[in-house]
């Protein structure tokens, strides 16, 4: 029996991508993460990338229940919005590290990294300087320097 796997869509620089978002100039994307992300993001980036919607909760910092209102409502915060791209930002790089597999990038962001300080890199993202680290770690490891 042939396996069949969700295409990813292309991997970017900007998360964009896994948000279900079509690539804006950087104007624009701060325009519209200001005005707060429509709520559909939340189920694109869950659907793209395979996690539960309570598990997106948990990594965007967003309570369950106040998700479900802001689902009810249609848009997110604008800094729900933020955290929301950080996420999707955070995953496309990893995305990119291990040539677009899904399984093999879910594993190495939820897996603890010595270099994190034993946190995984999903966790390290959480906020905006440890997922500027774990985008740093990324591009060490594409540049074969030892993390």
């Known amino acids: 029996m042939a396996e069949t796997t969700k295409e990813i869509p292309q991997v970017s620089e900007t998360g964009l ?3 279900g978002m079509e690539e804006v100039r950087t104007s624009e994307l701060v325009r519209r993460v200001s005005e707060g992300f ?3 993001v939340i ?3 869950r659907e793209n990338v395979g996690l539960s919607t309570g598990e997106v909760a948990h990594l965007v ?3 369950p229940r106040t998700l479900s209102r802001r689902k009810r409502e249609g848009v997110l915060h604008a800094d729900e919005s933020d955290r929301v791209l950080r ?3 955070v995953y496309e790089r990893a995305l ?3 040539g677009g597999d899904p399984d093999k990038t879910r594993h190495w962001l939820s897996t603890p990294k010595v270099a994190l300080g034993g946190k995984s890199p999903l966790d390290y ?3 905006d300087v440890g997922a500027q680290e774990v985008v740093d770690l990324i591009g060490r490891i594409e540049h074969g320097i030892p993390s």
Do not use: A, H, T
């Open 87 to 89: 996420l999707s930002r």
């Open 61 to 63: 910092g967003i309570n």
């Open 17 to 19: 991508g896994l948000l």
């Open 96 to 98: 990119g590290l291990f």
């Open 38 to 40: 429509p709520y559909d």
């Open 125 to 127: 993202s959480r906020v």
């Open 43 to 45: 189920e694109s980036f």
